[in-house]
């Protein structure tokens, strides 16, 4: 009865990581011990997500407690190990299985060893010491051994509970023999190592296939990034060309010169984004295409038939898509025609300036550093694609700017706790108390404030409607500060508002505050061209607009609209 008593105090003061006997013991908090070594060695891998806690009960600390060793703890692990009271622990029996191993399913108790093999005769997965029997007994030496495996309830016929033996090509599944006198008499049969064989012919072109699409996908990712290095060499040229040839220009054009400039920027970050964004997605695809070839080539050397047969089907039916259409790089031209057409500009006479400068806008924009396929879904003639290009420079009516609407949705994540969203979250109002929203990092906590889901990089239009005493109708960049300073809509040079009031409008970016005219409306439309580098905004009267404010700048990142309240509602409105 002492010699028990011993044995459960020793359970008591193993590990409950390591599972062994306490090693430099230490508590924390919450009164749960562990050795040193393994709660830091817990705490390190959780190092990025910045909360720690303790494994048995789940508490968690902000911040990283210090660790004090707990020494009546290791003086009591000591008394143990003098007095020979400690087994042997876990992590000193021989080959213990580990999370995930087959176990052996002769062992008893709490420490199963770890199936070496498993006999398709019997049924059973066994360790190294029970193994031992098919290795010695005459009548089990011919049973079949294979690796390990969990999944030998699969390698039975359900039907007749007899071991899979032959491969059923009629209906594509390994049967029994009883199998083949029942349900499939008159099937065509074959032996599973034959159609392992046809198959893993199969397999082999398969591969050949995805190994091809690499090979092409790697090709067109070495000429992309030729083309974006050579691509930026020629936009710096041609602003550096542009920057020469407008300073022989009269003071008439300075103004000109500056736009040209502006245009190439604009262009090029834009071009250079989008180029940027294919060659990850290409990097991406060839890593998926490795995997597939890897899981491909892991499968054409499995010894197990039956496994082969059944992952076969899994992995030959899955075909390997690619949501990347095949790039074609353009000749090396880019701006060199923009120098052309400025050089012909500069010795023109004034009257014909404004002519020109259409045909250098035109140009420059319809520049890219790769060819994008041709539309075939409504999505492909959306507002971001390139091929708006050739489309009036500013909509000048109603008509015109609805062309580019683009439906929005507000975030909840970015929303302030005072305001709740409805209408399928194109609606938001301001309440009298806080709503539960969960804590999230980019929700705004000093303004009442929410952003879009979208981001928006083109050409594109939306309108807001309103009610109440006011309403701030704003873009911003996605990193706009959202818990301390400088976090409100037009208080920084990362975002840009139009106040709509009772009593008019002013538009604030950076800090600085302009006021602006128009008429009065509760509805009003803001249209981007985000490669342009302009932002309008309009008072919409039925199916009148009039221009109330548009700013001139350069967007160096995708734009998100935003609504900002004080005492108001407003709604995204449903365009199409």
């Known amino acids: ?21 306490f090693k430099d013991p230490v508590t924390l908090a919450c009164g749960h011990s562990y050795c040193s070594s393994c709660i830091e060695g817990c705490w390190d891998q959780d190092e990025q997500k910045g909360v720690y ?36 622990a876990p992590s000193e029996l021989t080959s213990p299985a580990g999370p995930g191993e087959v176990t052996c399913d002769l062992c008893t108790g709490p420490g199963q060893e770890r199936a070496l093999k498993s006999c398709l005769v019997c049924m059973v997965s066994y360790c190294q010491t029970h193994l031992q029997p098919h290795y010695q007994v005459p009548g089990l030496k011919n049973h079949k051994l294979v690796e390990a495996t969990s999944g030998l309830q699969e390698m039975i016929c359900s039907s007749h509970d007899k071991l899979l033996e032959v491969f059923c090509r009629t ?22 190592k034959a159609e392992r064989k046809e198959k893993q012919d199969k397999l082999v072109l398969s591969q050949q296939e995805v190994q091809q699409r690499v090979q092409q996908r790697e090709k067109e990712l070495k000429e992309l990034q030729q083309a974006v290095e050579s691509f930026k060499l020629s936009g710096q040229a041609a602003v550096e ?28 970050g834009a071009a250079l984004s989008q180029a940027e964004g294919l060659l990850e997605r290409l990097e991406q695809e060839i890593a998926e295409l490795r995997r597939r070839d890897a899981e491909l080539e892991k499968l054409s050397h499995t010894e197990d038939n039956i496994h082969f047969l059944q992952k076969y089907q899994s992995l030959s039916s899955t075909s390997v898509s690619s949501d990347v259409p095949s790039i074609s790089v353009p000749p090396l031209q880019y701006f060199r025609h923009v ?41 492909d003639l959306l507002p971001s694609s390139t091929v708006d290009v050739f489309l009036p420079l500013e909509p000048k009516t109603r008509a015109d700017l609805l062309s580019y609407s683009w439906q929005l949705t507000l975030d909840p994540n970015t ?33 009442w404030q929410v952003l879009c889901r979208e981001a928006l990089s083109g050409r594109c239009y939306w309108e807001v409607e309103w009610r109440g005493d006011g309403i701030d109708i704003a873009v911003s960049y996605k990193d706009i500060r959202r818990t301390w300073g400088h976090s409100g809509f037009g208080d920084t040079s990362e975002s840009w508002r139009l106040r709509c009031s009772r009593d008019g409008y002013w538009f604030r970016h950076n800090y600085v505050v302009t006021a602006v005219s128009g008429p ?8 981007l061209d985000h490669k342009a580098g302009t932002l309008s905004f309009y008072s919409v009267i039925f199916e009148t607009v009039t221009l109330l404010h548009r700013v001139q700048t350069t967007f160096t990142k995708p734009l998100y609209p935003g609504l900002g309240w004080y005492s108001s509602s407003a709604e995204i409105m449903k365009l199409w």
């Open 1 to 21: 009865m002492a010699q028990q008593g011993v044995v459960l105090d020793q359970d008591q003061f193993r590990c409950s990581i390591c599972l062994d006997l």
């Open 53 to 88: 806690s303790c494994p048995q009960c789940r508490q968690s600390f902000t911040l990283r407690p210090a660790l004090k060793r707990n020494n009546m703890l290791a003086e009591v692990v000591e008394k143990l190990k003098e007095t020979g009271g400690a087994q042997a």
């Open 171 to 192: 209906d594509q599944q390994c049967v029994c023999m009883l199998c083949t006198m029942e349900e499939h008499k008159g099937h065509d049969m074959v032996s599973l």
């Open 241 to 268: 060309d542009s920057e020469r040839i407008f300073t022989e220009l009269i003071r008439s054009i300075e103004r000109r010169r500056s736009e040209v400039k502006d245009l190439i920027g604009a262009q090029q």
């Open 339 to 379: 120098t052309e057409v400025v050089s012909e500009l500069r010795d023109k006479l004034e009257e014909l300036i404004q002519r020109e400068w259409s045909n250098i806008s035109t140009i420059v924009s319809t520049v890219d550093v790769f060819l994008p396929p041709e539309p075939k879904t409504r999505a």
């Open 415 to 447: 929303a302030c706790t005072d305001l709740s969203l409805s209408e399928q979250n194109r609606k938001v109002t301001l309440l009298k108390q806080q709503k539960p929203y969960p804590d999230h990092p980019e929700r705004f906590t000093d303004h």
């Open 520 to 527: 009065q409306s509760s509805r009003v439309g803001v249209y």
